[in-house]
């Protein structure tokens, strides 16, 4: 009974799978057309595919509209949040800095004070920068910002009802640009690399020289005999045409050694040292000058007193750069912002100490040869100490170029003085250009090389107004 029982049960058991079988093939075969279907449908687009194409189209537009709707009504929400929570914010720090300083200083900060002169000299350069940067003109680079920053300083000056309320101390402004070419010089020593400067040793000291001189020399002639002034101010008035602005120098070259350009061959560091150092023999030769046009001693005292300004700026900016290359030592903590610190405090002493004992050459060239060494020593550290230093650069960077706007007053300005005054600097910056280019022949640059070292002597303005708290 047992086997038949069994017997029964696997021929029950073997139709049942039989179906199932005959079912999933069926299954399956109703499948594979309902896909070809689908394939034939898809090659032939129907009136209904169409309609549902567009409202896919309708449904992804209607998106980017609510988005844009989300967006106004994040900016406009209470609390506010994006742009109108930034301007809020920016603004409550500015009112906050003045109240505090006010509370401190009191009439000082207020309305033809004179730190109420400088935060909003600090301000309106930030935002000239600004409103610069975000013109954009086609097939042309990005305007600087520090022309903008020049451009708030000049209106800052030359509007009447602003110039009389924004008024800053000769004393004050002359610190503050001194403080500025200090950092910037520091940047500039840093950023040396030593194996390309003593490669291109030679060009370096050909650059340095030439151009200065050259243009100092023309601008001397051009206004002894177009302006009649006596040959000791005319070669006053030669140095101080003959000065590269660091300022716009420096940064610039820095840019191109991040990006890479030119360092091959070492052209950021050939301009940022030959650069610096035709700044010091530009200061050499104004205070040489100026002590024989006030006949402060003997021509041949004067002479000697510039090459001892060179002589003490590198023997101490030597000392400083060996001292500090030791300390701190490296097992201290903070060590990159101590660094920083001495770094930046010993070339801000170097530059006034040097005015102070009359020596104004020696306290730029300490700070070169100091910040140099120091970075020679310092190898992988020097990255981030150097941005510290920028830091502070792009703090005073506002003020420098401000300041530098603010001292052009047209109401000091006579027509036929402009125009003598233009004419000297043409004519003595394109003899400069070419005298550059003459000076960079057979030094391995190509033609583009040699263009573009001589057009990156152009700019001037920073070292100029310092040499007026020397005059």
């Not at 300022?247 to 360092?263: F, I, K, N, T």
Request: aromatic share 8%; net charge neutral; hydrophobic share 50%.
């Amino acid at each position: 009974m047992g086997d038949e029982d069994k017997a029964i049960e696997h021929e029950d058991f073997t139709p049942s799978t039989g179906m199932d079988h005959t079912a999933s093939t069926y299954q399956e075969t109703q499948e594979e057309a309902v896909m070809n279907s689908k394939g034939i449908d898809a090659k032939e687009p129907t009136e209904g595919s169409n309609l549902l194409n567009s409202s896919e189209k309708k449904l992804q537009e209607i998106p980017t509209e609510s988005n844009n709707l989300r967006r106004l009504g994040q900016t406009f929400a209470c609390p506010p949040h994006g742009l109108l929570a930034r301007g809020i914010t920016n603004v409550t720090m500015v009112v906050l800095l003045w109240a505090v300083v006010w509370s401190i200083t009191t009439s000082e900060c207020l309305p033809g004070g004179n730190l109420f002169g400088i935060i909003i000299l600090f301000y309106c350069a930030i935002i000239g920068g600004k409103l610069l940067g975000l013109i954009k003109l086609p097939t042309l680079p990005p305007l600087p910002p520090l022309l903008g920053m020049l451009l708030a300083g000049f209106l800052v000056r030359n509007i009447p009802v602003i110039s009389d309320n924004v008024q800053i101390k000769h004393k004050w402004s002359s610190s503050l640009r001194s403080i500025a070419l200090s950092i910037i010089l520091v940047r500039a020593g840093l950023g040396l690399d030593s194996k390309a400067l003593k490669k291109l040793k030679g060009v370096c000291i050909r650059l340095s020289m030439g151009p200065c001189l050259v243009e100092a020399c023309t601008s001397a002639l051009l206004a002894h005999f177009l302006m009649g002034l006596p040959w000791q101010w005319g070669f006053i008035l030669g140095f101080v045409l003959g000065a590269v602005s660091p300022a716009v120098v420096v940064p610039s070259m820095l840019l191109l050694q991040e990006g890479g350009y030119g360092v091959e061959k070492g052209v950021p560091t050939l301009l940022m040292a030959a650069g610096s150092f035709d700044d010091i023999l530009a200061i050499t030769g104004f205070n040489t000058c100026l002590g024989m046009a006030f006949s402060t001693g003997s021509t041949i005292f004067n002479v000697l007193r510039g090459i001892l300004e060179v002589v003490i700026g590198m023997a101490t900016g030597s000392l400083l750069g060996f001292f500090i290359q030791y300390f701190p030592s490296s097992d201290q903590d903070k060590l990159v912002w101590k660094r920083a610190f001495i770094v930046l405090g010993l070339s801000i002493l170097a530059v006034f100490s040097s005015v102070y004992f009359g020596f104004p050459g020696s306290g730029g060239l300490c700070t070169l040869v100091m910040s140099f060494l120091a970075g020679l020593r310092w190898a992988g550290e020097k990255a981030d100490v150097e941005k510290i230093i920028a830091v502070a650069w792009y703090i005073f960077q506002p003020l420098l170029f401000g300041l530098i706007g603010a001292e052009v007053s047209i109401a000091s300005l006579r027509p036929e003085t402009v125009g003598l005054c233009i004419a000297i600097l043409g004519t003595a910056v394109l003899i400069r250009v070419l005298t550059t280019f003459l000076m960079v022949c057979f030094a391995g640059f190509n033609i583009k090389e040699k263009i573009f070292i001589s057009f990156a002597w152009l700019p001037k303005a920073t070292v100029q107004v310092i040499m007026d708290r020397m005059a």
